[in-house]
Nanobody
Framework: VQLQASGGGLVQAGGSLRLSCAAS????????MGWFRQAPGLGREFVAAASYRTSSTYYLDAVKGRFTISRDHDRNEVYLQMNSLKPEDTAVYYC???????????????????WGQGTQVTVSS
């Protein structure tokens, strides 16, 4: 599946952004969708995921209560609503598609087959 992420930008601490990821090429509903981020000099970090089978959602502890992942099957899109942003949320954010559905799988980059190009999120203090 092809993925196109958008919605990043520069925002002040405490602000909000909504990332979008449009999917095409294969049936969207058979994939779990995840969001990862990568800050300069660091590895790619799991942020959130939505399982295709159970409709469960999973979050990095540091973003729980601030970020919300959702998906629109009619539009073939997945979203990441980010509220109360902090400077440490600054990173390039990637959306990804996975055929797996468990928490342990969806928090691992190697369980994702397809990746979007990334969108920069910068949070100023």
């Amino acid at each position: 599946v092809q993925l196109q992420a958008s919605g990043g930008g520069l925002v002040q601490a405490g602000g909000s952004l909504r990332l979008s990821c449009a999917a095409s090429g294969r049936p969207f509903r058979i994939y779990s969708m995840g969001w990862f981020r990568q800050a300069p000099g660091l590895g790619r970090e799991f942020v959130a995921a939505a399982s295709y089978r159970t409709s469960s959602t999973y979050y990095l502890d540091a973003v729980k209560g601030r970020f919300t992942i959702s998906r629109d099957h009619d539009r073939n899109e997945v979203y990441l609503q980010m509220n109360s942003l902090k400077p440490e949320d600054t990173a390039v954010y990637y959306c990804a598609a996975s055929p797996y559905c468990s928490y342990s799988d969806l928090t691992s980059t190697i369980k994702y087959d397809d990746w979007g190009q990334g969108t920069q999120v910068t949070v100023s203090s």
